[in-house]
């Protein structure tokens, strides 16, 4: 009985500290952080079009497309698709994904498809794509916008960002919101 | 060298760097020295007297327990009832529901067992009132009471005769006052400056560039996922785990929180070593643990980085590796380092997808997951290795024909069958879980329950037993992670794992402990020409080898008809 009172009272005491001090020191010290802790937001004339963390949808041929999420970008949930390598439905869904790039990309060979532009991600909200699926997708979107290439792919290099530890990445919504910007 | 395998390298790097030092603090705090955070006396001294405790009276191991078990089944029972009525309490700006009792049932018994296997999506299945008050507390506490566990037995090892395996309380309060706290507190600044949110603001909306309404969930989740990975305790704030971009934006955020991750149980084994005054003992079971390690890590990384045989047939371009259930800012080699480390040290923390991993992939992370031991989680890995030892010191004197010691203590028919029922528990609960559940998914496909039997698993064949197979594998060795096609989320999987949880969490702890207290009241035997000696790499690698045999002979049947049989069928 002795253990079971000290064990709550030790409990009560451990809530306040661990529950209720140190997240919210937290929370006070992240509103001094990029995006106050929210999250950090991308604005376009004012208006919020979406977070530089969470990817968003992107199916019109004049934007760059991120990658296929299980989730359908809808960032009230998250999560991949947990299909095995080996899973026959899988590997087809891939396939069709090959498909619809080649169809949509002028003269893109099967061979410069990069695995992470037909591949779901983890989360569902992967917000970059690696360079490499940037560029594949230049000429259509310079076509569709009737822009020059070369204007594009500078746009692109530009977005191209390579950190000292980790893979070269393009953040999908930040592109595609100075794309929009390019006249 | 590219920039992704660098990444790695200075991960690990790091994580010596700062795990060694602290190993050596730790052994110096536990054991009531003097260290600089010794500032913090005031603080525990307030907590103590406010509950109640005397921090300095002695315990003997029963005594320990008792302690333990109390505050542990104290959790459980005020866990279980919050979680159920958390739509009625404040912090819930999302509007999320209770839950309903089996799911509680198996959450709470997964947090307080430092498990964090998560049957409910965090960004629908919690409110923020239980992700802190429930959910964050239990990464401390849990953490804390496998390194107090761990710590009362360093002091019944290094004591030549003793009864007294110190005051859990105070192992228990320090560890949180003098260790994760105050790490925890850095960690969630780092994250939060780099973009994880840490406001209690409720979910977000917008409109899209190409004008679709989205959703978006938030909440503090930096201060979470800081102990989350500490503690290496595994549950996340979203349902994506770290995979999520706002719980770990960036690399930077990626590098923290596996360097956060694999500091305590490495500090552990050093600490061990120290506590007992025999360094170079822990510095060889360092060695052994080390060697483990890399013989997990290093065919993981290829197999992620060589990419998925079935796509590359497809003819794309597949330089970067395998990338399914991947982000792009981390990377597959990052991410195929990560699953190494929170298999072995029981963290379950993903960030990316197990169940979309290569086939070898997934071998390895269930075999991490078996061992428990190659680090193993916060205080518990040295636990789980002692049994081991104690196994090894056993069938060393067998072998030489004498009476097996260990640090000057007799290992007698007790203290082995103890051991002995710890190791045979682990492939019990997992081989049996599986052959259960996969014995209802064939003859009960069509059973009339909520979740059908038949639409369980997410992938056919040799994967899908796979997924069953690492659910009760990840919950036997309280990792959390999951193969998360399953739907786990129905009373069959969370009363089963539950169960499994629970028993595998507290008597890998309570024989250990058992163990430990009844070789200290022995007489103590100083060290002759005869003793096996147990700080040697011979011992080591005798352990090591131990450690093979007996997960090789457990678990490869069961290991054969999933991943290995899934490898070779895809090699056409």
Partial sequence: ???????????????????????????????????????????????????????????????????????????????????????????????????????????????????????????????????????????????????DEAKVASLVNAHIEAPLFGPKKVNVLKLNVALDELK | ??????????????????????????????????????????????????????????????????????????????????????????????????????????TILSFVANCNLQHYSGESGVTYFTQHFILMFLHFTSAATGIAAAVGVFKAFRDKTTNDLGNFWNYFVRSITRLLLPLSIVIALILTFNGTTSSYEGKDQFISLQGDTVHVSRGPAAQMIAIKHLGTNGGGWFGANSAHPLENPNYVTNMTEIIAQMIIPIAMVLAFG?????????????????????????????????????????????????????????????????????TIVSTGSVNGMHDSTMALTGLWQLLGMMINSFFGGCGVGVLNYVIYVIIAVFISGLMVGRTPEFLGHKVEAREVKIAALVTLLSPFLILAGTAISSYVFNHYGNADWATKPSAWLNNPGYHGFSEMLYEYTSSNANNGSGFEGLGDGNIFWS??????????????????????????????????????????????????????????????????????????????
């Fill in chain 2, 274 to 342: 120290y506590f007992i005054r025999r360094k170079k003992l822990g510095w060889v079971i360092f060695g052994v643990m080390t060697i483990g390690m890399l013989m997990l890590m290093i065919p993981t990384i290829s197999s992620e980085l060589g990419g998925n045989p079935a796509i590359a047939r497809m003819g794309i371009s597949q330089t970067s590796g395998a990338m399914e259930g991947k982000e792009v800012r981390i990377g597959p080699a990052a991410t195929a380092y990560w699953s190494t480390l929170t």
């Fill in chain 2, 495 to 572: 009363v089963t794992t539950g169960l499994i949880i629970i028993l595998g969490r507290f008597l890998p702890i309570i024989g250990p402990v058992a163990i430990a207290g009844l070789l200290a009241q022995k007489k103590f035997i100083p060290e002759s020409a005869g003793t096996l000696r147990t700080d040697t790499v011979t011992f080591g690698a005798m352990t090591f080898a131990v450690i093979i045999v007996l997960n090789a002979l457990s678990y490869f049947p069961a290991l054969a008809l999933g991943p290995i049989a899934e490898y070779f069928s895809m090699l056409k």
């Fill in chain 2, 1 to 106: 060298m590219n920039s992704e395998l660098t990444g790695i390298l200075a991960s690990f790097i790091i994580t010596l760097l700062i795990g060694i030092p602290l190993g050596k603090y730790l052994a110096k705090m536990f054991a009531g020295e003097k260290v600089w955070t010794d500032i913090l006396k005031p603080i525990e001294n307030g907590i103590y007297k406010l509950s109640g405790i005397n921090p300095n009276e002695p315990m003997d191991w029963k005594r320990f327990l008792k302690a333990m078990m109390v505050i542990n089944s104290l959790w459980i029972v005020y866990g279980f009832f919050v979680l159920m009525y958390q739509d009625k309490l404040p912090l819930n700006p999302d509007g999320n529901a209770g839950m309903s009792a089996d799911l509680a049932f198996n």
């Fill in chain 1, 1 to 147: 009985m002795k253990t079971l009172i000290q064990s709550i009272r030790l409990t009560l005491v451990l809530i306040v500290l661990l529950c209720v001090i140190y997240p919210v020191i937290i929370t006070l010290a992240g509103k001094l952080s990029k995006g106050g802790g929210d999250g950090e937001k991308i604005a376009v004339n004012g208006k919020v079009v979406g977070y530089a963390a969470i990817g968003q949808k992107f199916d019109k041929p004049q934007y760059f497309w991120g990658r296929p999420s299980a989730v359908g970008y809808n960032a009230a949930g998250s999560g991949g698709s947990n299909k095995g390598p080996s899973n026959p439905d899988y590997l087809k869904d891939v396939k069709s994904r090959i498909d619809t790039l080649l169809k949509y990309n002028p003269g893109l060979q099967k061979s410069e498809i990069p695995a992470d532009l037909v591949t779901a991600s983890g989360s569902g909200l992967d917000p970059d794509i690696s360079p490499e699926s940037a560029k594949i997708q230049i000429k259509r979107v310079a076509q569709i916008r009737k822009l």
